[in-house]
């Protein structure tokens, strides 16, 4: 299972990656989002997959999962959580102000230094 | 103390700004003038140790770890130098006080570039150890670019700052490359120590290399050809600056390093060819153009140039001692000894000359030579002076100048007895050159003086009524005068105090303490060839002198733009800022995609790179857990949601892509034991979904045009680097534990330390508290920050809003 998932993380990865490097920013948003949620699945493959039960203490229960990329994962879900909405809410801005979403054009040029 | 000394002048800076502003009525130089006339009573009180060769050390550590300290080592060369700064630097504050006007100039930022420099100039002549010599060396570099451009307002000012420092760093750098070699050759960084190692570094491979960076360093500062152009332009600096660095101090820091090295170098042929050569064609090259120069201060600096040249090539001519058998006993001892002596007497004085220049511009308003003539009655005093200073310039007597030019010539006769390295070919030509430059020397001495004050006055060329300046100013050049003079009469003592503890440090081949140096100097030896050779000097420099409005015009066939400053300005222009800005602009090209490219790219090469280089890519099929058929439909789910959001025509297509693959993955955490993960991702997931929805909502189409993302091959690369480099390190992270995870802590003490029963909870409210305290922080600045931007409205919308 872990052999697949590698393949999956890279799978997303890939795809968030093309979109981050297009033009449009909505696009970017959207690509960030895959990115994390490949992030956090690749966390959770590197510290492995194993364990039978979840990591809470219980009568009788000795093989937990691991639960430090757990921990890691919520904290990072929570923080691109905020990322994503600050990003949206910027783009939402910058769309009003300038009349686009391309980032070509949204580039300054020389002359407005 | 002895360390600490370096460093009063810096310290007694930081004083002046508050002094400056509180007490008005007081000119600030005077408070500045009691730091060097303190430091150089200190200095003088070591006088009595280094004339029986003794030395004082003290070592203040900086960084213990990488065994750098600050040094003070006073020998008889770094007392000498140590006296010139801080005794040269005393007359120069004092000339400054009448020079600059305390009503009309920004007098602290002066005073405090002239006390930095003072300590940086203390703390190259005494530092013991290379690396902090060379932050000194850079420390004098950065005053002299300060107060060249203390004059800020002028164009002129802030290109000679930038060209002397262009220069001087750059050559400073070079000079840092050959410390690092030399500690690399010896194990250490004290120059003592690497004296005493001399023999086995000269058998390293890297020695040559080392000494030429090193005298690239010496030669851009000391303005040696070519690297002399600087100095001309450097004479923007208000005259004092002038008088102080670029006479009498910084640019002998030059002169200083290559005495210091003499005792690890001489045996080098490379060494004694570069100093002896590139010195004497420096003499012959500046006292050629001195000539040339209409500007008083133009005259001088290439005068400095020569006689920068004239030392420096004594000095080559001293390391040649080495190779003498019984030298001391020979006429191969006296160039180590004019050396020191001629950088004493010119001190003296090019520094009287320097301050002549600047009465005559500050009473005349002018310095341009063709405007000025006439002087002698109205500015009799200054005549004088300058009448001293350039008779001993030009070698006559009664001056010093005189002695140390007769030493000169009989170093240079020298030369063509010495039977190694070609030069009993070449070393005829020494002394021919050498008279030569003596005799140009001669005339620009004669040209600087009788063009100023004989002749007509030309009262209506000058912008101010010409008369003697005020009292104070004269002090200090007529002090130099005084000097001057009185060396003549007292060479002996002055051999005694400074010169020969300073000729046995340099040359610790020849003597091993100061009273070995058998050397007395004579105004007269008989009728000899340096004899005859002054004599040829006066005679030919006079006939020249008299027929010079006839052949000035012969510098003017050398074409403009075949010139030095020429090539300077074309590096600095053309390469630097047109090809420079081309090259940069070729990359940087403002956006953000291409940067991404770059950085994508440069993690991409990096992160695989070193898995191959530390051949750490592992795949193992142990430990796996096994696959279930609802894993493979979640997998499915996941790849064809991504997909869709990489292939949507329309944003919310888009959108719901983005949201199966939020919610799939919730779904793995349940099946991988993360329930709480999973809730989490439950709940942020559907907030995020209504959150997108609402502000596409806002948001434009996705363009008509562009309808679907066209196919781009560059990103394409990119991205499939990215994911199989991921996979890569996912495969490797698996199949190898280099380490013992930590997770068996938590799991074993989450009870007993933390009294909790969900591990994954314990460790984010306890283990890792402050983790999640600042996780809740930047979460309230990311909402702050959506608040604001859509508080914000930018100010023009404000105000039309305003007036509707």
Same mark, same amino acid.
């Given at each position: 299972?872990?052999?697949?998932?590698?393949?999956?993380?890279?799978?997303?990865?890939?795809?968030?990656?093309?979109?981050?490097?297009?033009?449009?920013?909505?696009?970017?948003?959207?690509?960030?989002?895959?990115?994390?949620?490949?992030?956090?699945?690749?966390?959770?493959?590197?510290?492995?997959?194993?364990?039978?039960?979840?990591?809470?203490?219980?009568?009788?229960?000795?093989?937990?999962?691991?639960?430090?990329?757990?921990?890691?994962?919520?904290?990072?879900?929570?923080?691109?959580?905020?990322?994503?909405?600050?990003?949206?809410?910027?783009?939402?801005?910058?769309?009003?102000?300038?009349?686009?979403?391309?980032?070509?054009?949204?580039?300054?040029? %020389?002359?407005?230094? | 103390?002895?360390?600490?000394?370096?460093?009063?002048?810096?310290?007694?800076?930081?004083?002046?700004?508050?002094?400056?502003?509180?007490?008005?009525?007081?000119?600030?130089?005077?408070?500045?003038?009691?730091?060097?006339?303190?430091?150089?009573?200190?200095?003088?009180?070591?006088?009595?140790?280094?004339?029986?060769?003794?030395?004082?050390?003290?070592?203040?550590?900086?960084?213990?770890?990488?065994?750098?300290?600050?040094?003070?080592?006073? %020998?008889?060369?770094?007392?000498?130098?140590?006296?010139?700064?801080?005794? /040269?630097? =005393?007359?120069?504050?004092?000339?400054?006080?009448?020079?600059?006007?305390?009503?009309?100039?920004?007098?602290?930022?002066?005073?405090?570039?002239?006390?930095?420099?003072?300590?940086?100039?203390?703390?190259?002549?005494?530092?013991?150890?290379?690396?902090?010599?060379?932050?000194?060396?850079?420390?004098?570099?950065?005053?002299?670019?300060?107060?060249?451009?203390?004059?800020?307002?002028?164009?002129?000012?802030?290109?000679?700052?930038?060209?002397?420092?262009?220069?001087?760093?750059?050559?400073?750098?070079?000079?840092?490359?050959?410390?690092?070699?030399?500690?690399?050759?010896?194990?250490?960084?004290?120059?003592?120590?690497?004296?005493?190692?001399?023999?086995?570094?000269?058998?390293?491979?890297?020695?040559?290399?080392?000494?030429?960076?090193?005298?690239?360093?010496?030669?851009?500062?000391?303005?040696?050809?070519?690297?002399?152009?600087?100095?001309?332009?450097?004479?923007?600096?208000?005259?004092?600056?002038?008088?102080?660095?670029?006479?009498?101090?910084?640019?002998?820091?030059?002169?200083?390093?290559?005495?210091?090295?003499?005792?690890?170098?001489?045996?080098?042929?490379?060494?004694?060819?570069?100093?002896?050569?590139?010195?004497?064609?420096?003499?012959?090259?500046?006292?050629?153009?001195?000539?040339?120069?209409?500007?008083?201060?133009?005259?001088?600096?290439?005068?400095?140039? =020569?006689?920068?040249?004239?030392?420096?090539?004594?000095?080559?001519?001293?390391?040649?001692?080495?190779?003498?058998?019984?030298?001391?006993?020979?006429?191969?001892?006296?160039?180590?000894?004019?050396?020191?002596?001629?950088?004493?007497?010119?001190?003296?004085?090019?520094?009287?000359?320097?301050?002549?220049?600047?009465?005559?511009?500050?009473?005349?308003?002018?310095?341009?030579?063709?405007?000025?003539?006439?002087?002698?009655?109205?500015?009799?005093?200054?005549?004088?002076?300058?009448?001293?200073?350039?008779?001993?310039?030009?070698?006559?007597?009664?001056?010093?100048?005189?002695?140390?030019?007769?030493?000169?010539?009989?170093?240079?006769?020298?030369?063509?007895?010495?039977?190694?390295?070609?030069?009993?070919?070449?070393?005829?030509?020494?002394?021919?050159?050498?008279?030569?430059?003596?005799?140009?020397?001669?005339?620009?001495?004669?040209?600087?003086?009788?063009?100023?004050?004989?002749?007509?006055?030309?009262?209506?060329?000058?912008?101010?009524?010409?008369?003697?300046?005020?009292?104070?100013?004269?002090? =200090?050049?007529?002090?130099?005068?005084?000097?001057?003079?009185?060396?003549?009469?007292?060479?002996?003592?002055?051999?005694?105090?400074?010169?020969?503890?300073?000729?046995?440090?340099?040359?610790?081949?020849?003597?091993?303490?100061?009273?070995?140096?058998?050397?007395?100097?004579?105004?007269?030896?008989?009728?000899?060839?340096?004899?005859?050779?002054?004599?040829?000097?006066?005679?030919?420099?006079?006939?020249?002198?008299?027929?010079?409005?006839?052949?000035?015009?012969?510098?003017?066939?050398?074409?403009?733009?075949?010139?030095?400053?020429?090539?300077?300005?074309?590096?600095?222009?053309?390469?630097?800022?047109?090809?420079?800005?081309?090259?940069?602009?070729?990359?940087?090209?403002?956006?953000?995609?291409?940067?991404?490219?770059?950085?994508?790219? $440069?993690?991409?090469?990096?992160?695989?790179?070193?898995?191959?280089?530390?051949?750490?890519?592992?795949?193992?099929?142990?430990?796996?857990?096994?696959?279930?058929?609802?894993?493979?439909?979640?997998?499915?789910?996941?790849?064809?949601?991504?997909?869709?959001?990489?292939?949507?025509?329309?944003?919310?297509?888009?959108?719901?892509?983005?949201? $199966?693959?939020?919610?799939?993955?919730?779904?793995?955490?349940?099946?991988?034991?993360?329930?709480?993960?999973?809730?989490?991702?439950?709940?942020?997931?559907? /907030?995020?979904?209504?959150?997108?929805?609402?502000?596409?909502?806002?948001?434009?189409?996705?363009?008509?045009?562009?309808?679907?993302?066209?196919?781009?091959?560059?990103?394409?690369?990119?991205?499939?680097?990215?994911?199989?480099?991921?996979?890569?390190?996912?495969?490797?992270?698996?199949?190898?534990?280099?380490?013992?995870?930590?997770?068996?802590?938590?799991?074993?003490?989450?009870?007993?330390?933390?009294?909790?029963?969900?591990?994954?909870?314990? /460790?984010?409210?306890?283990?890792?508290?402050?983790?999640?305290?600042?996780?809740?922080?930047?979460?309230?600045?990311?909402?702050?920050?959506?608040?604001?931007?859509?508080?914000?409205?930018? =100010?023009?919308?404000?105000?039309?809003?305003?007036?509707?």
């Amino acid at each position: 299972m872990e052999i697949v998932m590698a393949f999956v993380c890279g799978f997303l990865f890939m795809a968030a990656i093309y979109l981050i490097l297009s033009r449009s920013l909505l696009r970017i948003i959207i690509g960030t989002g895959l990115l994390s949620h490949g992030a956090h699945l690749l966390i959770l493959t590197m510290g492995g997959l194993g364990g039978e039960s979840p990591p809470v203490l219980g009568e009788g229960v000795t093989d937990y999962a691991d639960p430090l990329p757990q921990a890691l994962i919520l904290t990072a879900i929570v923080i691109s959580f905020g990322v994503t909405a600050f990003f949206l809410v910027l783009a939402y801005r910058a769309y009003q102000e300038l009349g686009t979403d391309d980032t070509t054009k949204m580039k300054g040029s %020389d002359e407005d230094d | 103390m002895q360390v600490l000394a370096i460093f009063i002048p810096i310290i007694a800076a930081i004083l002046l700004p508050f002094l400056f502003k509180q007490i008005r009525a007081i000119h600030t130089g005077w408070f500045v003038l009691l730091v060097p006339l303190a430091l150089l009573g200190y200095y003088t009180s070591f006088i009595k140790q280094t004339i029986n060769g003794e030395s004082a050390v003290a070592v203040m550590e900086w960084i213990p770890s990488l065994d750098i300290s600050f040094s003070s080592y006073l %020998d008889g060369l770094s007392i000498l130098f140590s006296i010139l700064i801080t005794g /040269i630097g =005393s007359l120069v504050v004092l000339y400054s006080i009448f020079y600059l006007d305390k009503t009309k100039e920004q007098l602290h930022n002066f005073y405090v570039y002239l006390l930095m420099f003072m300590t940086a100039m203390l703390g190259v002549v005494q530092s013991d150890h290379v690396i902090t010599l060379y932050l000194f060396w850079e420390l004098t570099s950065i005053s002299s670019f300060l107060l060249i451009g203390y004059w800020f307002n002028r164009d002129k000012s802030r290109f000679g700052a930038l060209k002397s420092m262009m220069i001087t760093v750059a050559g400073g750098l070079m000079m840092l490359g050959g410390f690092v070699l030399l500690s690399l050759m010896g194990g250490t960084f004290s120059i003592r120590e690497l004296i005493v190692q001399a023999p086995s570094i000269a058998s390293h491979d890297y020695f040559v290399l080392a000494l030429v960076l090193i005298l690239l360093g010496a030669f851009t500062k000391s303005a040696q050809f070519p690297f002399y152009i600087w100095l001309p332009d450097a004479m923007e600096a208000p005259t004092p600056v002038s008088a102080y660095l670029h006479s009498a101090t910084m640019v002998k820091a030059g002169i200083y390093l290559v005495a210091r090295f003499t005792p690890i170098f001489a045996l080098s042929e490379v060494w004694v060819w570069l100093v002896a050569g590139i010195g004497l064609l420096t003499l012959f090259w500046g006292s050629l153009f001195a000539s040339k120069q209409t500007d008083l201060k133009g005259i001088l600096a290439f005068s400095t140039v =020569s006689q920068l040249g004239l030392i420096m090539s004594l000095l080559g001519v001293a390391a040649m001692a080495f190779h003498v058998e019984d030298a001391a006993g020979t006429v191969f001892k006296y160039a180590g000894f004019a050396a020191i002596f001629h950088l004493i007497n010119h001190a003296t004085f090019k520094g009287s000359l320097f301050m002549i220049a600047g009465i005559v511009d500050h009473e005349t308003g002018t310095r341009d030579i063709r405007k000025l003539g006439g002087l002698m009655s109205l500015m009799p005093v200054s005549f004088t002076v300058a009448l001293i200073g350039s008779f001993s310039m030009a070698g006559l007597p009664p001056f010093n100048g005189f002695l140390s030019k007769e030493m000169f010539l009989t170093g240079m006769l020298s030369v063509k007895e010495f039977g190694l390295f070609n030069f009993e070919t070449f070393g005829v030509l020494f002394p021919i050159i050498a008279w030569v430059a003596s005799v140009f020397t001669f005339v620009y001495s004669f040209y600087f003086v009788f063009k100023t004050f004989t002749g007509k006055l030309q009262a209506a060329k000058l912008p101010k009524k010409p008369h003697e300046a005020p009292v104070g100013m004269l002090v =200090s050049p007529v002090i130099l005068a005084v000097l001057v003079v009185s060396i003549f009469f007292i060479p002996n003592l002055i051999g005694d105090l400074f010169v020969k503890p300073a000729v046995a440090v340099i040359q610790p081949f020849l003597y091993s303490s100061p009273d070995e140096v058998n050397i007395a100097v004579h105004a007269w030896h008989g009728f000899k060839p340096e004899f005859w050779m002054t004599v040829g000097i006066v005679a030919v420099g006079l006939l020249l002198f008299l027929l010079l409005p006839k052949w000035q015009k012969v510098y003017r066939i050398i074409p403009e733009w075949l010139s030095l400053n020429k090539l300077y300005d074309f590096m600095m222009n053309t390469v630097l800022d047109t090809l420079m800005e081309r090259f940069s602009n070729l990359y940087m090209t403002g956006s953000i995609r291409k940067y991404l490219t770059y950085m994508f790219a $440069a993690i991409v090469s990096i992160v695989i790179g070193t898995l191959f280089i530390k051949d750490a890519f592992a795949l193992s099929f142990e430990n796996v857990s096994p696959i279930a058929i609802y894993d493979i439909t979640l997998i499915a789910v996941l790849v064809i949601g991504t997909l869709t959001t990489l292939f949507a025509k329309s944003r919310i297509t888009a959108i719901v892509g983005l949201g $199966a693959v939020g919610y799939t993955v919730a779904l793995f955490f349940v099946i991988f034991n993360a329930p709480d993960l999973a809730l989490t991702q439950l709940v942020i997931e559907t /907030i995020s979904v209504a959150l997108f929805l609402m502000a596409f909502y806002h948001l434009p189409k996705l363009s008509r045009v562009e309808e679907r993302m066209r196919f781009q091959v560059g990103r394409a690369i990119i991205a499939i680097g990215v994911g199989a480099m991921v996979t890569l390190l996912a495969l490797s992270a698996h199949s190898q534990k280099l380490v013992e995870s930590i997770s068996g802590y938590y799991k074993e003490t989450v009870y007993s330390l933390a009294g909790g029963g969900n591990i994954v909870n314990v /460790i984010l409210v306890d283990y890792r508290g402050f983790d999640t305290l600042f996780e809740i922080t930047v979460l309230g600045i990311a909402g702050m920050g959506i608040y604001a931007m859509i508080k914000l409205r930018l =100010s023009r919308k404000e105000k039309s809003n305003e007036n509707e």
